[in-house]
């Protein structure tokens, strides 16, 4: 075994064991933080969950744009996106020019003459319960919120970007602006204040829900009593928040 070898490990042991200590459940400062004060509701009891129906997506990249305007998000990263699905007889084949904030363009016309179905599909943070970016960050500046929030606390973020890498979902990024990790939030800060997130308030088909699974009203009581969603990469045990509605096997 070399020493290269037996450091690395030293360290990785140390970093879960940092990690381990420092996951606290929440900071009520790093909230009031992101709120920008106390926000006006209370999510402690809430189970939040958010719904995507496949059915419903148009691809028309409102979504995009909106959460791009709401969170300040630098050009060229994006928070949340959608990627065009075309399954045909040779494959699937994808596509997200620009996560899709402009739409999409025409397929190209053997694309177009070859393609069975074509699906659009949001992409977002899963806010999963055992999220993967909260157990490796060595400082717990990522962590889980009341309401199933999961968090990036700015006054201790250092920008390692160890939780990027440790996504599976590709969710994150490491914003050029601020040095730290970003990602979707769900809008905790609108949110807390008793709104919805920017996302789900522009979608002109309804395609994006959320809501609070104890208390669950419109496409997310569907979903929840239709029992028939599903998430993304269910073999990595994340426990996902985000569930869909007809997602296609090609996608999962």
Not at 1 to 9: A, F
Not at 67 to 84: D, I, K, L, M, Y
Not at 118 to 129: A, G, H, R, W, Y
Not at 206 to 229: Q, S
Request: proline share 7%; hydrophobic share 40%; aromatic share 8%.
């Amino acid at each position: 075994m070399s020493t290269m070898t037996t450091s690395r490990r030293s360290f990785l042991r140390a970093l879960v064991a940092v990690a381990g200590s420092a996951a606290v459940a929440y900071r009520p400062s790093a909230l009031a933080s992101l709120v920008g004060g106390k926000g006006s509701m209370d999510t402690t009891d809430a189970d939040y969950v958010f719904v995507v129906d496949i059915d419903r997506c148009i691809g028309c990249g409102k979504c995009v744009q909106a959460c791009s305007v709401e969170n300040h998000v630098p050009a060229g990263h994006f928070r949340t996106w959608v990627e065009r699905y075309v399954r045909t007889a040779e494959g699937t084949w994808i596509d997200s020019p620009d996560g899709a904030i402009n739409s999409f363009p025409p397929l190209a016309e053997d694309v177009t003459a070859a393609a069975k179905e074509t699906t659009f599909v949001p992409k977002l943070c899963n806010q999963c319960d055992n999220a993967p970016c909260v157990q490796v960050c060595p400082v717990g500046a990522t962590f889980k919120a009341p309401g199933g929030f999961v968090l990036i606390d700015p006054e201790h973020c250092m920008g390692c970007s160890y939780c990027i890498q440790a996504c599976p979902f590709g969710v994150r990024f490491l914003n050029p602006a601020t040095h730290m990790a970003d990602k979707c939030d769900w809008c905790y800060h609108r949110v807390s204040n008793g709104l919805q997130p920017a996302c789900a308030t522009v979608c002109p088909t309804g395609a994006r829900a959320f809501g609070d699974r104890n208390k669950p009203e419109g496409t997310v009581a569907e979903a929840l009593e239709e029992d028939r969603w599903r998430i993304l990469k269910p073999g990595m045990h994340a426990h996902n928040r985000v569930l869909y509605r007809r997602l296609p096997r090609e996608v999962i």
